[in-house]
T-cell receptor, first 116, second 115 residues
Framework: SQTIHQWPATLVQPVGSPLSLECTVE??????LYWYRQAAGRGLQLLFY??????ISSEVPQNLSASRPQDRQFILSSKKLLLSDSGFYLC???????????????FGPGTRLTVL | GDSVTQMEGPVTLSEEAFLTINCTYT??????LFWYVQYPGEGLQLLLK?????DKGSNKGFEATYRKETTSFHLEKGSVQVSDSAVYFC??????????????FGTGTRLLVSP
């Protein structure tokens, strides 16, 4: 069966410090991968998605970047964190091919980031 | 562009009460519609889905019917339990996605159920 892991689970970082959040998927090959952010009191916002190794698309301009160094690894990074980067970060995966209406996205447990 | 609008929360109910959480959408074509649930401290889980007009998605006693004429996908449950306390997200995926599936989420509605 497929599983998705995220770490760390929680993180407190000072403003201006770097960030690296990691997401890995097991039990599937060539998945679509996604990073979402859920800010306090707001809905989910898609930040990045990837359809393959080294292929990253950004949905919104921001202080963050993403990379996919391996098929089932997705990393969210920042060189210098801002206060506004605080939030709950969720990684998700879906199958690459098939009827898009049935390509359910499966979410990881999330990382809660607090920037002070 | 495509969007999803949910009712403001929190929704506060007593156990065994009837639940409705409203969701309307704006999209071109025939999107697929979803309800996701987020329990405290956890990620999102798919609760139910519907892929064409008049489809009814159901799971764990929850139901939602895809109404194209009113562009709605309201979530209902006949008798809520304390364990249903969570944040519920309505979402859609546009019609013409192939391979990559982009989900457009509503802002979420928090449900609080008291004993």
């Amino acid at each position: 069966s497929q599983t998705i892991h995220q770490w760390p689970a929680t993180l407190v970082q000072p403003v201006g410090s770097p960030l690296s959040l990691e997401c890995t998927v097991e039990g599937t090959s060539n998945p679509n991968l996604y990073w979402y952010r859920q800010a306090a009191g707001r809905g989910l916002q898609l930040l990045f998605y990837s359809v393959g190794i080294g292929q990253i698309s950004s949905e919104v301009p921001q202080n963050l970047s993403a990379s996919r160094p391996q098929d089932r690894q997705f990393i969210l990074s920042s060189k210098k964190l801002l206060l506004s980067d605080s939030g709950f970060y969720l990684c998700a995966w879906s199958e690459l091919a098939g009827d898009p209406g049935y390509n359910e996205q499966f979410f990881g447990p999330g990382t809660r980031l607090t920037v002070l | 562009g495509d969007s999803v609008t949910q009712m403001e929360g929190p929704v506060t109910l007593s156990e065994e009460a009837f639940l409705t959480i409203n969701c309307t959408y704006t999209a071109t074509g025939y999107p697929s519609l979803f309800w996701y649930v987020q329990y405290p401290g956890e990620g999102l889980q798919l609760l139910l889905k519907a892929t064409k007009a008049d489809d009814k998605g159901s799971n764990k006693g929850f139901e939602a019917t895809y109404r194209k004429e009113t562009t709605s996908f309201h979530l209902e449950k006949g008798s809520v339990q304390v364990s249903d306390s969570a944040v519920y997200f309505c979402a859609l995926t546009p019609t013409l996605n192939t391979g990559f599936q982009k989900l457009v989420f509503g802002t979420g509605t928090r449900l609080l159920v008291s004993p």
